[in-house]
């Protein structure tokens, strides 16, 4: 079965420097999404994304997040300049087509600011 | 803020008893509701979704909602120790709307 595929699986970075987490969504997909979860609480959702553009996001995603599809296959959260409250497990998702297929989630790429 | 509650747990039944999960949301136009499976430092596995009024079945599992309670519900038959984890129930507006989740109820199945 197709998957949602994200690296790295775990991502130690200082304060104050740039990470990009990755992600591969299921190829026929044309929805994406990025989410997170702070250890210990609830998946929160950061930003969704269709069609080469940022279709709705949350007030977490300000201007040091971004998102983008480089090529045909990848799918890119970058933090700028992270804080230690950026500290979470970050989970991408995709769908085919929301109105009948639920979101299908990668492993998430558990992030640590020190 | 539109809101997705669940009772954080832990629930704990004996195996082979019936887990019932609960759960309610804020939104009155939400359509679109999901019960997700996460083990701990997994990401969340899609259980059920549901979207009419009434009962769903698959399996051991079996969704309800009641739209005019604002409220769904996941029972899970023949609890097995395997189904310990934390049920995530989750909301969205309409299919292309973000998808709100609750903050979990932790199952313990006890052999």
């Known amino acids: 079965e197709p998957e949602v595929t994200q690296t790295p699986s775990h991502q130690v970075t200082q304060m104050g420097q740039e990470v990009i987490l990755r992600c591969v969504p299921i190829?026929?997909?044309?929805?994406f999404y990025w989410y997170r979860q702070i250890l210990g609480q609830k998946v929160e959702f950061l930003v969704s994304?269709?069609?080469?553009?940022?279709?709705?996001k949350s007030e977490i995603f300000d201007d040091q997040f971004s998102v983008e599809r480089p090529d045909g296959s990848n799918f890119t959260l970058k933090i700028r300049s992270t804080k230690l409250e950026d500290s979470a497990m970050y989970f991408c998702?995709?769908?085919?087509?929301?109105?009948?297929?639920?979101?299908?989630f990668g492993n998430g790429t558990r992030l640590t600011v020190t | 803020q539109k809101e997705v509650e669940q009772n954080s747990g832990p629930l704990s039944v004996p195996e082979g008893a019936i887990a019932s999960l609960n759960c309610t949301y804020s939104?009155?136009?939400?359509?679109?509701f999901f019960w997700y499976r996460q083990y701990s430092g997994k990401s969340p596995e899609l259980i059920m979704s549901?979207?009419?009024?009434g009962d769903k079945e698959d399996g051991r599992f079996t969704a309800q909602l009641n739209k005019a309670s604002q409220y769904v519900s996941l029972l899970i038959r023949d609890s097995q120790p395997s189904d310990s984890a934390t049920y995530l129930c989750?909301?969205?507006?309409?299919?292309?709307?973000?998808?709100?989740f609750g903050p979990g109820t932790s199952l313990s199945v006890i052999p």
């Open positions: 998702a995709s769908n085919r087509d929301p109105t009948n297929s639920p979101l299908h």
């Open positions: 190829s026929n997909h044309l929805y």
């Open positions: 994304f269709y069609n080469n553009e940022i279709s709705e």
């Open positions: 939104d009155r136009v939400s359509q679109s």
């Open positions: 549901i979207y009419s009024n």
């Open positions: 989750a909301a969205s507006k309409t299919s292309y709307d973000k998808v709100i």
